[in-house]
């Protein structure tokens, strides 16, 4: 008996020998387990310490990222970026060599949106992540530089910026804000030295307008102002890097606004007292701008007016206000 019990003793410590050294091949630098971030796009730094590691790989909601890596050297620090999907992401990195797996780790990462109301709260237990904390750029220096000088206000080429290395997939949309084209990143990003750099002013305005100062006049007399425009908050509809939607909008202009207004998504607010069926919001082009799909900002203006309704033209009479688009 003292034998089986001495050999089962021995195999689970033999057992958790090799789990332990399985995990230290691979260890995750950023970001950290059970976190939250707001941006779709994560970059993931590892470090390897197995010389004869080839290749990582990342498994993310089902799509695989692989990265080869140069052999030779004790310790490698391996640096690649995959794309989140809103709410629980479980992502599993494993290293391998020649020979197959010899590292593995699993990631929880939450993607908060703000737009997406069954995704706006992270799991209890779940901090927000921020990587530019000097404690986590120390592992980069050796490769990266960490620290902007005056000259990247206005790089040359946007591939000298320092932040362009890691986030030039935020230049891939199909529309892109000038500044991250030209690697301007510093013209909306502030450098903020011993703590979390990078951040923007509040309220968002204040940094848009220096740029926007066309749109700041022609709203700044209305009488009625969108919420997100009244407290200065741009982000909350445009994505201040880039879009696959003009203007920077993160998702169809309709879909964007039934976010919060989701009672108007039948169209009855609009013509129920003529044919009880409902305007459409979607599907046409826009009759105004015939280079947009047609949306709600079809006839109202999504960031200030004189109406309470902030519709794009006075509705005094209505049979004039339709034939704007309708002529009958």
């Known amino acids: 008996m003292n034998k089986l019990i001495s050999s089962i003793v ?16 691979l260890r995750v630098l950023s970001p950290a387990n059970n976190s939250f971030v707001e941006h779709e796009l994560l970059n993931i730094v590892l470090s390897l310490q197995d010389g004869n590691a080839t290749s990582v790989k990342a498994v993310v909601n089902g799509k695989a990222y692989t990265k080869a890596v140069a052999e030779g050297g004790s310790s490698k620090i391996v640096c690649f970026g995959v794309t989140l999907v809103n709410g629980s992401n479980r992502i599993v990195i494993t290293a391998a060599n020649d ?39 120390g592992a980069c220096a050796p490769c990266h530089r960490m620290e902007p000088h005056l000259n990247d206000l206005h790089p040359a080429k946007p591939e000298e910026s320092p932040c362009y290395q890691c986030h030039k997939r935020k230049d891939n949309s199909a529309y892109k804000h000038r500044p991250v084209s030209a690697g301007a990143c510093f013209s909306c990003h502030e450098v903020v030295t011993g703590k979390r750099k990078y951040t923007t002013p509040k309220p968002e305005q204040s940094i848009c307008f220096l740029c926007h100062s066309t749109q700041q006049k022609r709203w700044k007399n209305k009488k009625v102002h969108h919420g997100p425009t009244a407290v200065g908050n741009c982000s909350v509809c445009h994505d201040p890097h880039g879009s696959d939607w003009p203007s920077f909008i993160y998702m169809h202009p309709t879909d964007l606004c039934l976010n919060c ?44 007016g004189d109406t309470q309704s902030l519709l794009n033209k006075e509705r005094g009479n209505n049979s004039a206000y339709c034939q704007t688009c309708h002529k009958l």
């Open 99 to 137: 020979s197959g797996e010899i590292g593995k780790s699993i990631l929880s990462i939450y993607l908060r949106s703000r737009l997406s109301k069954p995704h706006q709260q992270p799991p209890a237990g779940f901090q927000r992540y921020y990587f530019h904390l000097p404690a986590n750029e």
């Open 261 to 304: 207004h989701n009672d108007k998504k039948s169209g009855l607010h609009v013509i129920a007292g003529f044919f009880a069926k409902g305007h459409p919001v979607r599907g046409d082009k826009n009759p105004l701008k015939p280079d947009r799909p047609f949306s709600c900002a079809g006839c109202h203006n999504p960031h200030a």
């Open 10 to 25: 021995t195999a689970t410590c033999l057992f958790f020998m090799a789990g332990s050294l399985h995990a230290a091949t």
